[in-house]
């Protein structure tokens, strides 16, 4: 079957992933592109594999989207498994599909296609891209910490990086201009670059260990001006709101408030282990005489170290707060309250929204 097949026939091949006894890839006929199989009974592509009203069930559902190996998956390979994921929502797939096949297609598609609009987001920006772009940028913010150059280039590096990550990751309902993402991505490297540098010649006389956690101050202090700001759109207009049923009734700044605190949230907590308890760990292995020796292998040991924190740390925030976030009718804006009281009176209690990451 061709690539561009409009059937949605899969080669996919979830060995590249690594994992252990892979799903073997679709190889049907040519001709069974005319002669679709019905989905499996019972069987829902969109459906969560795990409970996504609980923190465990969240954080498996994260592990397996921000799998880091899935940025090694070429492009081709993702169109397919966007084409298996619409075919298997339209009810057919190409016969001699296993249930192992369409997850796996499902966690391509998850890890590289926006939820809201469907299109593919770039690779930077994908949160299966923070675990290798998030510890190399840790790793060098933790290493160069004591000049003012050093710190003013890995801040603005780190901030550039997560204007990326945050407007991939934004509710796509709330379209942003170019002059609004350069006013937020000016406004978080300037926090950023002011909370490092002011700190970093704070603490000039301080005992080094609290030098070492500037790096973290900056990048919180930054997270709360970078996203906010980067989503100011879903805070000025309002976010789309739905019933349980997925059925819009209509937007609400409010919603997109608690949306976006949640993130930043989040992504403070991505970033804290890592960049809190790495220092200790450091300051500790640098009075050891091996590590005095060899100074060259500090940074890419704190990279390595940083990938450790990031491997899970990414998920677990991630799976703080619920992907589908909920908020109780009598939080809504009054006008929109009244409004869904009147359409369908005591029938809607809590409005959902998608979030963001």
């Known amino acids: 079957c061709p690539v561009n097949c409009s059937c949605g026939h899969s080669s996919l091949t979830p060995g590249r992933q690594a994992r252990q006894d892979p799903p073997e890839p679709l190889s049907p006929p040519a001709q069974a592109c005319a002669e679709m199989a019905t989905v499996p009974n019972g069987f829902n592509i969109d459906t969560p ?14 592990f397996n989207i921000t799998d880091p190996r899935t940025v090694l998956v070429p492009e081709e390979e993702l169109d397919r498994a966007k084409a298996l994921v619409e075919g298997c929502r339209a009810g057919l797939v190409p016969p001699g599909s296993s249930q192992e096949q369409l997850l796996y297609a499902k966690k391509l598609y998850d890890s590289a296609f926006h939820p809201d609009s469907g299109e593919k987001m770039n690779l930077i920006g994908r949160m299966s891209f923070q675990v290798p772009g998030g510890m190399a940028l840790t790793g060098c913010m933790l290493q160069f910490y004591r000049t003012v150059p050093a710190v003013v280039f890995w801040q603005w590096v780190n901030q550039s990086f997560n204007a990326v990550v945050n407007y991939t990751n934004r509710n796509a309902a709330s379209p942003i201009s170019l002059r609004q993402i350069g006013v937020a991505y000016v406004m978080a490297t300037s926090t950023a670059l002011a909370t490092a540098v002011g700190l970093n010649l704070y ?38 709101v739905t019933d349980k049923d997925n059925n819009e009734l209509g937007r609400s700044r409010r919603a997109a408030v608690k949306g976006i605190t949640q993130v930043v949230v989040s ?48 998920p677990a925030a991630c799976a703080l707060f619920p992907q589908r976030c909920s908020l109780a009718l009598a939080d809504l804006e009054p006008e929109l309250r009244d409004s ?16 963001g990451l």
């Open 267 to 314: 992504r403070i907590a991505m970033a804290a282990p890592g960049m809190i308890i790495l220092p200790v760990i450091m300051e500790r292995l640098e009075k050891f005489a091996f590590m005095q020796r060899i100074r060259v292998l500090h940074m890419p040991l704190q990279v390595l170290l940083s990938g450790g924190f990031l491997l899970f740390m990414v």
């Open 203 to 240: 603490t000039k006389r301080a005992p080094p260990l609290l030098a070492r956690w500037v790096p973290f101050a900056a990048v919180a202090a930054a997270n709360c001006v970078n996203l906010p700001l980067m989503r100011q759109q879903e805070i000025i207009n309002g976010v789309t």
């Open 49 to 62: 594999r795990w409970d996504q009203s609980t923190f465990m069930g969240r954080l498996k559902h994260f």
């Open 340 to 355: 869904i009281v009147a359409k369908h009176r005591d029938e809607v209690l809590h409005v959902y929204f998608n979030k």
